[in-house]
């Protein structure tokens, strides 16, 4: 079955710097991989789509890359901000709505 | 206007009850989804329903069962509950994009506790 894999330990990074969070997967690549941001107690929230056939996306400071030969994405925050403090969820999307989730990254950006 | 609503948020009950959760969405999506997510954060799929169908029933067992009364709704029944069933349910919904589903769009999740 299909794993992903994200790095369960806390990225601590300083306000300004940027921020870059890794999701791996093993077997096949997906149609899409997503980026979700999830804050304590409230339900995961949509950032960014990328398909299997696109390098590269971006939206404001975010940007996503996907790397099928690699089976890895990057997730990069750029210019942090406290506010920026989250967990991030990679989700692998598949045909017939099978969606396959990461366990996070939490982020901390300090001051 | 949430957009995807679930009730209750949470729910602490004890092992054996019979409990309900629903879910509405006001985006107009043709499919909408149960997942759990355990204590270590993992968010597992459980159901899928497309168009009042199921279409997705990953292995869980049939002490739950979900339910569609239309493609706004989709509840879930647990029956007996255990200890392991402890976790927060996230009901979701998405559009499809020609047969692969697009970003999904989440409720505010309910805790269930089972003492």
């Known amino acids: 079955s299909q794993k992903i894999e994200q790095n369960s330990e806390a990225l601590n990074i300083q306000e300004g710097k940027t921020a870059t969070l890794t999701c791996n997967y093993t077997?096949?690549?997906?149609?899409?991989l997503q980026w979700y941001r999830q804050d304590p107690g409230r339900g995961p929230v949509f950032l960014l789509l990328?398909?299997?056939?696109?390098k590269e996306k971006r939206k404001e400071r975010l940007k996503v890359t996907f790397d099928t030969t690699l089976k890895q994405s990057l997730f990069h925050i750029t210019a942090s901000q406290p506010a920026d403090s989250a967990t991030y969820l990679c989700?692998?999307?598949?045909?017939?709505?099978?969606?396959?989730f990461g366990s996070g990254t939490k982020l901390n950006v300090k001051p | 206007d949430t957009a995807v609503s679930q009730t209750p948020k949470y729910l602490v009950t004890q092992m054996g009850n019979d409990k309900s959760i629903k879910c509405e969405q006001n985006?107009?999506?043709?499919?909408m989804y149960w997942y759990k997510q355990d204590s270590k954060k993992f968010l597992k799929i459980m159901f899928s329903?497309?168009?009042?169908?199921?279409?997705i029933n990953e292995t869980v067992p049939n002490r739950f069962s979900p339910k569609s009364p239309d493609k706004a709704h989709l509840n879930l029944h647990i029956n007996s509950l255990e200890l392991g069933d402890s976790a927060v349910y996230f009901c979701?919904?998405?559009?499809?994009?020609?047969?692969?589903?697009?970003?999904?769009?989440f409720g505010e999740g309910s805790r269930l506790t089972v003492l």
């Open positions: 979701a919904s998405s559009q499809d994009r020609g047969g692969v589903a697009g970003e999904l769009f």
């Open positions: 077997n096949y690549s997906p149609a899409y």
């Open positions: 990328i398909r299997e056939n696109e």
């Open positions: 989700a692998l999307s598949y045909n017939f709505n099978k969606f396959y």
């Open positions: 985006l107009g999506h043709d499919t």
């Open positions: 329903y497309n168009n009042k169908e199921l279409i």
